[in-house]
């Protein structure tokens, strides 16, 4: 089962990760369509952000574990939480080791972590 990671608690999430593995940020990994990352998008601050949309995850899991390593702490993220859902269960499938979903997605983001993202 794919740890649920509530918004709220993503700064220390970030933290705990970055200290971890100092040498490479955590990966938040967006996997909405490239509209939906023009309407909003989040700023990198303290994590690696990668857009890559949901259907493409499975053709480019082989570059994520040879560019990051399957141990790499992954956040998924999508509009609301099940696409990210589905991508970091088919990671951990895929021998990720560190994965969790951001619950609530990027509306859940704007709303608790940067009011400056729009809602849509």
């Known amino acids: 089962m794919i ?34 990352l023009q309407a909003a998008c989040v700023r990198e601050d303290g994590f690696t952000l990668l857009a890559i949309p949901m259907r493409e995850i499975p053709a480019r899991v082989a570059e994520l574990q040879a560019t990051h390593g399957a141990d790499h702490p992954v956040a998924c993220l999508c509009h609301h939480g099940m696409r990210s859902l589905q991508v970091a269960n088919y990671l951990a499938q895929s021998g990720f080791g560190e994965v969790v979903n951001l619950q609530g997605g990027i509306d859940a983001w704007s709303q608790l972590v940067d009011p400056g993202v729009p809602r849509y």
Do not use: C, G, K, M
């Open 3 to 36: 740890p649920q990671l509530n918004l709220s608690d993503f700064a220390a999430w970030r933290d705990r990760a970055t200290a971890a593995t100092p040498a490479a940020l955590p990966i938040v990994l967006d996997v909405r369509e490239p509209w939906e």
